[in-house]
Nanobody
């Protein structure tokens, strides 16, 4: 069992930055690939970024490449999403997810999910 708690959301202006964090509790955090997803009002949840268990491999949706960076600290049981050059279309609730299989995250699946944190970007 893994519990995930996101933090760091809030209001930012277009072009600004925010850093999201996800704290994990439970067993064997380092054995889980981690991902970030987002869901805007009236839209389906979408994949944002994922990172392998050891952090060597990262993946991003095209619209955030070059602007967002996912990282993890296995010693601190945490994963972060640094978001820069934010755009109004980045506005959504952002969720952290964990799965033993990275490929599952890439197709929108995950064994464990956080409760989400709101990110709002004003133009």
């Amino acid at each position: 069992q893994v519990q995930l708690v996101e933090s760091g959301g809030g209001l930012a202006q277009a072009g600004g930055s925010l850093r999201l964090s996800c704290a994990a509790s439970g067993r064997s955090f380092s054995s889980y690939a981690m991902g970030w997803f987002r869901q805007a009002p009236g839209k389906e949840r979408q994949f944002v970024a994922a990172i392998s268990t050891n952090g060597d491999n990262t993946y991003y949706r095209d619209s955030v490449k070059g602007r967002f960076t996912i990282s993890r600290d296995n010693a601190k049981n945490s994963v972060s999403l640094q978001m820069s050059n934010l755009k109004p279309e980045d506005t959504a609730v952002y969720y952290c997810a964990a799965d033993p299989i990275l490929a599952n995250l890439l197709i929108g699946l995950g064994d464990y999910w956080g409760q989400g944190t709101q990110v709002t970007v004003s133009s």
